[in-house]
C-alpha cells in the first residue's frame, strides 16, 4: 500500500488527552471550525488548551483508538480573536493567570491582550489584582513558555532530545538558537552532555562539514568522555588521535590540530607519563594530580606513639580473643602513628580482623572515629562486622545536587572539614579517582587515614584506579597482608583466588560446598548459564 501524502490540518486545542513531558509526545483534540474534533498524535511540546496549531502529517487508523492524525511537522498559531485568547489564557498555560484573573485581562485588553504580555507587560498592572511586580512576572513567564516551546519543537524537528531543550533554554534563554546555529556543538558541554551521535547529526544538517574543527574538537572531547566510562582518566595521545580519526573519517593530521586548539584554550590537557605523550580532560588531570600531592602531604604527617602502646595492642587481641600475626601487629602499630596508611590483601588474611583490632586502639586512645565505604552495600557490611556506625563516602561528604545546574555537589570540603582524629574508609578498590579527590578535600592535616582494600577486587565505576595505583607506585605507606588463616583455608573461593592471583590454575575437581565448577561448550551456553544463576 503507498503510504499516504502529506496534508495540513489547522485548529485550536480543544483538549489535551496525554502528555509525556520528558520527550513531548502528546495526543491532542483540535477543532476546526465547523467541523468535529480530532485526535492529534506526535511530538508536540507544551501543549495548551485554546492554542490554535497548523499541523503537517498523515491519517493513520490506530488498532485501539480510531482515525487519527500523526503529526510530522506543526506551526503555532497565537490565539486571534477574544474567545481564543480567553480559552488559551483560562487554560492556566501561564503561570499566575487563571480563568477569573485571565477574564479581567481579557475584558480590559481584548484582541491585542497577548502583544502587551509580550511587549509591554507593565500595562498588565491596570487590571485590578495585578501589581507592577506581578505584571513583570506575567509577563517573563509568557516570553518564557514561548521561548521554551518553539526551542523544543526546533529540538524535535532536528531529532534532539526535548528535554534537552530546557536545560539549553535555561543556560541561553532567547539567544539559544542563534547560538546553536554559530555552533551546534555547544551542546555537549558540561552541564547538557548530550549523546556525540545526535549532536554530530543536528550539526551536519546545519551545513557543518565533515573536517570542521568545531566538530573534530567535539569529536576529541567525546572520546575522552567516552572513554571515562570504561575507567579511563587519560588516553595516549596517538591513540586519542586514531580513534578521533576513525569516528569522524578524518585524518589524524586534522585531529593533532584539534587537539594543538583545545590544548591552548585549556580545554584539554598534555602531559607526559612513562615516555608516552598522554591527553586529559581538565577536571581529571586535576583530580589525578591532587590526589598525588594531597596524599604525599599526609603520607608525610606523623603522629607521637601512645604511652603503653603494645598494652593496648595486647588488649585489643585479648577484646578479640586473638592473637595477631606479625603483619597484623605490624599495621596496628603503623596505624597507631601514621597520617596515612594502606591496608591491603586478598580474602582471607585479616583485614576485617585489622579493622576491630584498630577500632580498640583508637578507642583507647580516646580517639573519634569515622568509618565509610563507597557503596551502600559496603558500608552496611562495614557496620555488621564492626558493631560501629559506617556511613557511604558521599553522605559522609554531604553529597547533595544543584538545583540549578544538576550537577552534584559536597558540603565538606577544605573550609568545612570532617570533624574526626581518624578516618577509616573500606573498600577502597571502588573508589575512583574523582570522588578520592573529594574525600581528600575534607580531610583536615590532624587526621588519620586509613584505607582498608584489595585492589584484586571491584574496580572503581568511575574513570581511574587509585588504590591499586597508589600500591604499586610503593612511596605511601603501607601494610601487605599476605597469611591466609585457618578458617578461610576451609573456603575453596578464598583458596582458588590466591591461585589465580598466583598465576596457577584454580582447582576444579575436589570441590566444596562454597565454590563449584560449572563447563560449557561455547560462550553462549556460558552467558545462558550466568544469566540462568542471576535469575533463578
Given at each position: 500500500?503507498?503510504?499516504m501524502?502529506l496534508?495540513?490540518?489547522?485548529?485550536?486545542?480543544s483538549?489535551?488527552v496525554?502528555?509525556?513531558?520528558d520527550?513531548?509526545?502528546c495526543?491532542l483534540?483540535?477543532?476546526?471550525?465547523g467541523?468535529?474534533?480530532?485526535?492529534?498524535?506526535?511530538?508536540?511540546?507544551m501543549?495548551?488548551?485554546?492554542?490554535?496549531l497548523?499541523?503537517?502529517?498523515?491519517w493513520?487508523?490506530?488498532?485501539?483508538y480510531?482515525?487519527?492524525?500523526?503529526?510530522?511537522?506543526?506551526?503555532r498559531?497565537?490565539?486571534?480573536?477574544t474567545?481564543?485568547?480567553?480559552?488559551?489564557?483560562?487554560?492556566?498555560?501561564i503561570k499566575?493567570?487563571?480563568?477569573?484573573?485571565?477574564?479581567?485581562?481579557?475584558?480590559?485588553?481584548g484582541d491585542?491582550?497577548?502583544?502587551?504580555?509580550?511587549?509591554e507587560?507593565?500595562?498588565l498592572?491596570?487590571?485590578?489584582?495585578?501589581?507592577?511586580?506581578?505584571?513583570?512576572?506575567?509577563?517573563?513567564?509568557?516570553r518564557?513558555?514561548?521561548?521554551?516551546?518553539?526551542?523544543?519543537?526546533?529540538?524535535?524537528?532536528?531529532?534532539?532530545?526535548?528535554?534537552l531543550?530546557?536545560?539549553?533554554?535555561?543556560?541561553?534563554g532567547?539567544a539559544?538558537?542563534?547560538?546553536?546555529?554559530?555552533?551546534p556543538?555547544?551542546?555537549?558541554?558540561?552541564?547538557?552532555?548530550?549523546?556525540?551521535?545526535?549532536?554530530?547529526r543536528?550539526?551536519?544538517?546545519?551545513?557543518i562539514?565533515?573536517?570542521?574543527?568545531?566538530?573534530?574538537?567535539?569529536?576529541v572531547?567525546?572520546?575522552?568522555?567516552?572513554?571515562?566510562s570504561?575507567?579511563?582518566?587519560?588516553?595516549?595521545?596517538?591513540?586519542?588521535?586514531?580513534?578521533?580519526a576513525?569516528?569522524?573519517?578524518?585524518?589524524?593530521?586534522?585531529?593533532?590540530?584539534?587537539?594543538?586548539?583545545?590544548?591552548?584554550?585549556?580545554?584539554?590537557?598534555?602531559?607526559?607519563?612513562?615516555?608516552l605523550?598522554?591527553?586529559?580532560?581538565?577536571a581529571?588531570?586535576?583530580?589525578?594530580?591532587?590526589?598525588?600531592?594531597?596524599?604525599?602531604?599526609?603520607?608525610?604527617?606523623?603522629?607521637?606513639?601512645?604511652?603503653?602502646?603494645?598494652?593496648?595492642?595486647?588488649?585489643a587481641?585479648?577484646?578479640?580473643?586473638?592473637?595477631?600475626?606479625?603483619?597484623?601487629?605490624?599495621?596496628?602499630?603503623?596505624?597507631?602513628?601514621?597520617?596515612m596508611?594502606?591496608i591491603?590483601?586478598?580474602?582471607?588474611?585479616?583485614?576485617?580482623t585489622?579493622?576491630?583490632?584498630?577500632?580498640?586502639?583508637?578507642d583507647?586512645?580516646?580517639?573519634k572515629?569515622?568509618?565509610?565505604?563507597?557503596?551502600?552495600?559496603?558500608?552496611?557490611r562495614?557496620?555488621?562486622?564492626?558493631?560501629?556506625?559506617?556511613?557511604?563516602?558521599?553522605?559522609?561528604?554531604?553529597?547533595?545536587?544543584?538545583?540549578h545546574?544538576?550537577?552534584?555537589?559536597?558540603?565538606?570540603?577544605?573550609?568545612?572539614p570532617?570533624?574526626?582524629?581518624?578516618?577509616?574508609?573500606?573498600?577502597?578498590?571502588?573508589?575512583?579517582?574523582?570522588?578520592?579527590?573529594?574525600?581528600?578535600?575534607?580531610v583536615?592535616?590532624?587526621?588519620?587515614?586509613?584505607f582498608?582494600?584489595?585492589?584484586?577486587?571491584?574496580?572503581?565505576v568511575?574513570?581511574?584506579?587509585?588504590?591499586?595505583?597508589?600500591?604499586?607506585a610503593?612511596?605511601l605507606?603501607?601494610?601487605?597482608?599476605?597469611?591466609?588463616?585457618?578458617?578461610?583455608?576451609?573456603?575453596?573461593?578464598?583458596?582458588?583466588?590466591?591461585?589465580?592471583?598466583?598465576g596457577?590454575?584454580?582447582?576444579l575437581?575436589?570441590?566444596?560446598?562454597?565454590?563449584?565448577f560449572?563447563p560449557?561448550?561455547?560462550?553462549?551456553?556460558?552467558?545462558?548459564?550466568?544469566?540462568?544463576?542471576?535469575?533463578?
Amino acid at each position: 500500500m503507498a503510504e499516504m501524502e502529506l496534508e495540513i490540518i489547522q485548529g485550536t486545542v480543544s483538549a489535551v488527552v496525554f502528555q509525556n513531558y520528558d520527550n513531548g509526545y502528546c495526543v491532542l483534540r483540535l477543532k476546526s471550525d465547523g467541523a468535529e474534533a480530532v485526535t492529534v498524535v506526535g511530538t508536540i511540546p507544551m501543549p495548551a488548551v485554546g492554542e490554535r496549531l497548523m499541523v503537517t502529517g498523515r491519517w493513520a487508523n490506530h488498532a485501539s483508538y480510531g482515525r487519527q492524525f500523526e503529526a510530522e511537522f506543526l506551526e503555532r498559531l497565537m490565539p486571534q480573536t477574544t474567545s481564543e485568547i480567553l480559552t488559551y489564557l483560562s487554560s492556566r498555560t501561564i503561570k499566575g493567570i487563571g480563568p477569573r484573573m485571565a477574564a479581567r485581562i481579557v475584558q480590559r485588553f481584548g484582541d491585542e491582550t497577548l502583544a502587551v504580555m509580550e511587549r509591554e507587560p507593565e500595562k498588565l498592572s491596570q487590571v485590578s489584582g495585578i501589581s507592577s511586580a506581578k505584571a513583570q512576572a506575567i509577563g517573563e513567564a509568557f516570553r518564557l513558555q514561548f521561548g521554551m516551546r518553539h526551542l523544543m519543537e526546533f529540538f524535535a524537528l532536528h531529532h534532539l532530545p526535548t528535554e534537552l531543550a530546557v536545560k539549553t533554554y535555561k543556560l541561553y534563554g532567547d539567544a539559544t538558537t542563534d547560538l546553536l546555529y554559530d555552533d551546534p556543538y555547544l551542546l555537549m558541554d558540561e552541564g547538557l552532555e548530550a549523546p556525540f551521535g545526535a549532536v554530530d547529526r543536528f550539526a551536519i544538517e546545519l551545513g557543518i562539514s565533515g573536517n570542521d574543527p568545531r566538530r573534530v574538537e567535539a569529536g576529541v572531547l567525546f572520546e575522552l568522555t567516552y572513554n571515562l566510562s570504561a575507567g579511563h582518566s587519560f588516553l595516549p595521545e596517538e591513540k586519542l588521535a586514531a580513534a578521533t580519526a576513525q569516528l569522524l573519517s578524518v585524518d589524524e593530521q586534522t585531529v593533532y590540530e584539534s587537539l594543538n586548539r583545545l590544548s591552548d584554550a585549556d580545554r584539554l590537557v598534555r602531559d607526559t607519563l612513562a615516555g608516552l605523550s598522554v591527553c586529559y580532560l581538565p577536571a581529571l588531570y586535576q583530580a589525578e594530580t591532587y590526589c598525588t600531592r594531597r596524599l604525599l602531604e599526609l603520607s608525610g604527617n606523623h603522629f607521637p606513639a601512645p604511652s603503653g602502646l603494645q598494652k593496648k595492642l595486647r588488649k585489643a587481641a585479648s577484646d578479640s580473643g586473638i592473637t595477631y600475626s606479625p603483619q597484623q601487629e605490624q599495621a596496628m602499630e603503623e596505624a597507631a602513628t601514621a597520617g596515612m596508611l594502606m591496608i591491603t590483601g586478598g580474602p582471607g588474611t585479616g583485614k576485617t580482623t585489622i579493622l576491630k583490632g584498630i577500632l580498640s586502639l583508637y578507642d583507647q586512645m580516646g580517639l573519634k572515629c569515622l568509618l565509610a565505604a563507597p557503596t551502600g552495600r559496603a558500608a552496611k557490611r562495614l557496620t555488621e562486622v564492626t558493631g560501629r556506625e559506617a556511613s557511604t563516602i558521599h553522605r559522609l561528604l554531604g553529597a547533595g545536587i544543584d538545583p540549578h545546574t544538576g550537577k552534584l555537589f559536597f558540603s565538606k570540603d577544605e573550609s568545612d572539614p570532617l570533624k574526626a582524629e581518624a578516618l577509616i574508609v573500606d573498600e577502597m578498590s571502588m573508589v575512583d579517582v574523582q570522588l578520592l579527590g573529594s574525600l581528600l578535600l575534607a580531610v583536615s592535616p590532624y587526621t588519620r587515614l586509613i584505607f582498608v582494600g584489595d585492589p584484586d577486587q571491584l574496580p572503581p565505576v568511575g574513570p581511574g584506579f587509585p588504590f591499586k595505583d597508589m600500591l604499586r607506585a610503593q612511596v605511601l605507606p603501607a601494610v601487605r597482608l599476605t597469611e591466609i588463616f585457618r578458617q578461610a583455608q576451609e573456603s575453596l573461593i578464598v583458596m582458588n583466588a590466591h591461585r589465580v592471583n598466583g598465576g596457577q590454575m584454580p582447582e576444579l575437581k575436589n570441590v566444596k560446598s562454597d565454590f563449584f565448577f560449572l563447563p560449557a561448550q561455547s560462550e553462549e551456553s556460558a552467558a545462558q548459564t550466568i544469566v540462568d544463576l542471576c535469575t533463578t
